[in-house]
């Protein structure tokens, strides 16, 4: 089984509505993060939590909220998708406690598209 | 802030050439450096990275990076290209405390027959 798994793996969508994107981890690791994929331009941090109670904004949060329901557990919601908000995201992981060397591990990624 | 050019968005080389992908990046201190390989339709996967000591760094698949402060490189080799190398490749970097993660965009390697 996966170590990090998202789902839905495809998503198509309609602009304006709401929706969320899931991912969880069976790793243990204390940190994750939601990164957006676009062509040419690599992956850009969405949002990160280090812990439960510690969520923050990465370089490209507006547009999006995050939920870290657990430990194991960490959701992106677009509250109002847009046609800009199509993408491919991945969610990662990493174990700060054993590692402080910041690995990231990420899951196999969510293909959006907003009509 | 730190930041990761890598040149080339995509490089094409015959079977069994050498690789070279390039990485350049930007940083007040030394940082901690990765390359990541993302196969289609795949999530990302570590190839190799380089924290401290030798600057010389294997990983997995053949492929080795050295690090090069002086140059603030960390360009990706692997003698003899195979044709399952064919994949993006992304270079990163993290500050000292694991954290920072910044990605560079991409560069798409194609394997030709």
């Known amino acids: 089984d996966a170590d990090v798994t998202q789902t839905p793996r495809n998503r198509i969508t309609k602009t304006g509505k709401r929706i969320m994107l899931e991912c969880s981890q069976t790793?243990?690791?204390?940190?994750m993060y939601w990164y957006r994929q676009d062509p040419g331009l690599g992956l850009r941090l969405i949002y990160y939590s280090f812990d439960v109670k510690d969520i923050n904004k990465g370089e490209i949060s507006d547009g999006y909220s995050v939920s870290r329901q657990a430990q194991a557990k960490f959701s992106l919601s677009l509250e109002s998708a847009i046609p800009n908000q199509t993408a491919l995201y991945f969610c990662a992981t990493s174990d700060w406690g054993n590692d402080r060397e910041g690995t990231q591990y990420f899951g196999p990624g969510t293909r959006l598209l907003v009509l | 802030a730190q930041s990761v050019t890598q040149l080339g968005s995509h490089v094409s080389v015959s079977e069994g050439a050498l690789v070279l992908l390039r990485c350049n990046y930007s940083?007040?201190?030394?940082?901690?450096l990765f390359w990541y390989v993302q196969y289609p339709n795949q999530g990302l996967q570590l190839l190799l990275k380089y924290t401290t000591g030798a600057t010389l760094v294997k990983g997995i698949n053949g492929f080795e990076a050295e690090f090069k402060k002086s140059e603030t490189s960390f360009h990706l080799t692997k003698p003899s290209a195979h044709m399952s190398d064919a994949a993006e490749y992304f270079c990163?970097?993290?500050?000292?405390?694991?954290?920072?993660?910044?990605f560079g965009p991409g560069t798409r390697l194609s394997v030709l027959p």
């Open positions: 790793k243990g690791h204390d940190r």
């Open positions: 990163a970097v993290s500050d000292r405390r694991g954290q920072n993660f910044v």
């Open positions: 940083s007040s201190v030394p940082p901690y």
